[in-house]
């Protein structure tokens, strides 16, 4: 079993800019892709960045748009999300996810975080 635990969440100011970290145990994050999703209150939960395990490439969601940056250390076992230029659109809960297949479907990954909210005030 693999346990996430997303930390870097809070409030911050429109134009701002946040880093998130996800932390994994249990297992080791090497043959795991990783990505960050979020879910705005009644709303669907959209992918923001995947990062792969085999040659760390990275893809992100339209709602990105250049702002964010999808990163991993497999040596400490975390992923990082920096996120830049933030907007209020972007408020939402941000959570860590893991899984064998590259995918930009939620439903392809089998470890997830509590998720981390992240408020963007305007």
């Known amino acids: 079993q693999m346990q996430l635990v997303e930390s870097g969440g809070g409030l911050v100011q429109a134009g701002g800019s946040l880093r998130l970290s996800c932390l994994a145990t249990g297992r080791a994050i090497n043959y795991f892709n990783m990505g960050w999703f979020r879910q705005a209150p009644g709303k669907e939960r959209d992918l923001v960045a995947l990062i792969r395990y085999i040659d760390a490439s990275t893809y992100y969601g339209d709602i990105v748009q250049g702002r964010f940056t999808i990163s991993r250390d497999n040596a400490k076992n975390t992923v990082d999300l920096q996120m830049s230029n933030l907007e209020p659109e972007d408020t939402a809960v941000y959570l860590c996810?893991?899984?064998?297949?590259?995918?930009?479907?939620?439903?392809?990954?089998?470890?997830w975080g509590q998720g981390i909210q992240v408020t963007v005030s305007s």
């Open positions: 996810a893991a899984g064998e297949q590259f995918s930009t479907k939620a439903e392809h990954y089998r470890y």
